[in-house]
């Protein structure tokens, strides 16, 4: 079954502790992407990368690092992560550059006090 | 300005009602229009695309693009209480690598 797998789907941390968000795709989709979503403001592109070892930054990427060393796996990274980051974050793949049909993962809902 | 633009409503109809749910936007530059439906703690989901201007049907669902007017409208037709859910249009541009999202609409469908 094609599809985009994210964990943890839930995660409540603390200030500073550092964490990671994993993402993967089982589809060889060259473009993969991370959004978070947040009331009011909708989905908001934090990275994106176009292949391995191509990333870029997207609308709201303070305070997050991503990195692409395979195709199939796209990570977040919070160095140090704060409250302001608590949010519902999801990763997304499409099968070719110029972002179309993009296929969604489940969503990770992260908190941080 | 918002590139995007959509009412966050919610809007609540009856079971059996048309829908109709609409996105602005200020770039001219946009060449793909979008309707993804999110239900409640899941992912979007991709219901209709459309390239350029034009109207695209798929079942009980019809996706309008007037490029003229920078205005996209999503119907459904007898609309059912599955249908309840969260509809975001999105757009991006023949090069550009973002998708752009509206804040999505809330729908509900009441039996």
């Known amino acids: 079954e094609a599809q985009v797998t994210q964990n943890p789907r839930y995660l409540i941390t603390v200030t500073g502790k550092k964490l990671t968000v994993t993402c993967s795709q089982n589809?060889?989709?060259?473009?993969m992407s991370w959004y978070r979503q947040d009331p009011g403001l909708g989905l908001r592109q934090i990275y994106y990368?176009?292949?391995?070892?191509?990333?870029d930054k997207g609308d709201v990427p303070e305070g997050y690092k991503v990195s692409r060393k395979e195709k199939r796996n796209f990570p977040l990274i919070l160095e140090s992560p704060s409250p302001n980051q608590t949010s519902l974050y999801f990763c997304?793949?499409?099968?070719?550059?110029?972002?179309?049909?993009?296929?969604f993962g489940q969503g990770t809902r992260l908190t941080v006090v | 300005q918002k590139e995007v633009e959509q009412d966050p409503g919610p809007l609540s109809v009856p079971e059996g009602a048309i829908v109709s749910l609409n996105c602005t936007y200020s770039n001219s530059a946009f060449q793909y229009f979008m309707w993804y439906r999110q239900y409640s703690r899941k992912g979007p989901e991709l219901l209709m695309y459309?390239?350029?201007?034009g109207n695209k049907e798929d079942g009980r669902f019809t996706a309008q693009v007037d490029k003229s007017s920078k205005y996209i409208s999503l119907f459904i037709r007898d609309s059912q209480p599955s249908d309840s859910a969260t509809y975001l249009c999105a757009m991006s541009g023949t090069s550009g690598y973002a998708l752009n999202f509206g804040k999505g609409t809330s729908l509900l469908v009441t039996p």
């Open positions: 589809m060889n989709h060259e473009y």
């Open positions: 997304a793949s499409t099968p070719r550059t110029g972002n179309t049909e993009a296929f």
């Open positions: 459309t390239y350029s201007s």
């Open positions: 990368s176009m292949n391995v070892e191509v990333t």
